[in-house]
């Protein structure tokens, strides 16, 4: 079945610093790729996403790029800010209805 | 207001009681979904509804029943409850978006505390 791996956490940066999460997935087929954010408290916010290999999601200063090759859809932030402390959850989606597979969830803390 | 709200935002509870969690959209999505968050799970699935009196178990439904009599509403039901349901609760529902292809639209989550 699906399944979708990201780096474990927590990560501990420090503000303007640069960010990488890791993302790989096991899928048959084509998947839709995305990135949510969880703000303390609040529910899950679509970040950005990626239909098709090669195409980039970008969205806030956050980018990712859908790798087919590797398999991968690691997500990148050039210089990270205190408000930017969240939890990001990589997700998949093999279906044409949007049901996903959820990765664990990676705890990101900024420090000022 | 537009979009989707979950209530209660709180509830807790007590073991062997019955808990109904409300889900509401206001975008007349077909699909809708419900998932619990627990630590170290990150988000499973335990239901979801392809559109009214269409439903389907998702990864973890034992426990709990769902029904959808409008395709707006979508409730949880805990027929049951117990402590391994202690969790925060989560409705979403999938609509198309400019980018393309479906994509979930979550609420803010029902926090569940069963005694």
């Known amino acids: 079945g699906d399944s979708v791996t990201q780096m474990e956490g927590p990560v501990t940066l420090s503000e303007e610093a640069f960010l990488t999460i890791n993302c790989t997935y096991t899928?048959?087929?084509?998947?839709?790729l995305f990135w949510y954010v969880q703000y303390p408290g609040e529910g899950l916010q679509l970040l950005l996403k990626?239909?098709?290999?090669?195409d980039k999601g970008s969205n806030k200063g956050f980018e990712a790029t859908y790798r087919k090759e590797t398999t991968s859809f690691h997500l990148e932030k050039g210089s990270v800010q205190v408000s930017d402390s969240a939890v990001y959850f990589c997700?998949?989606?093999?279906?044409?209805?949007?049901?996903?597979?959820f990765g664990q969830g990676t705890i990101l803390t900024v420090h000022p | 207001d537009a979009g989707i709200t979950q209530s209660p935002r709180y509830k807790i509870t007590e073991t062997g009681r019955q808990v109904t969690l409300m889900c509401h959209q206001t975008?007349?999505?077909?699909?809708m979904f419900w998932y619990r968050q627990d630590l170290g799970h990150g988000l499973r699935l335990i239901y979801y509804s392809a559109a009214a009196d269409i439903t389907d178990k998702g990864e973890v439904p034992d426990g709990y029943v769902v029904s959808r009599s409008k395709t707006e509403n979508f409730p949880l039901t805990l027929e049951s409850a117990t402590r391994s349901q202690t969790s925060v609760y989560f409705c979403a529902s999938s609509g198309q978006t400019s980018g393309g292809g479906e994509t979930q639209y979550f609420g803010p989550g029902t926090r569940l505390l069963v005694l």
């Open positions: 899928a048959t087929g084509y998947p839709s």
């Open positions: 997700a998949l989606s093999g279906t044409s209805y949007g049901k996903l597979t």
């Open positions: 990626a239909t098709k290999a090669d």
């Open positions: 975008w007349s999505h077909s699909y």
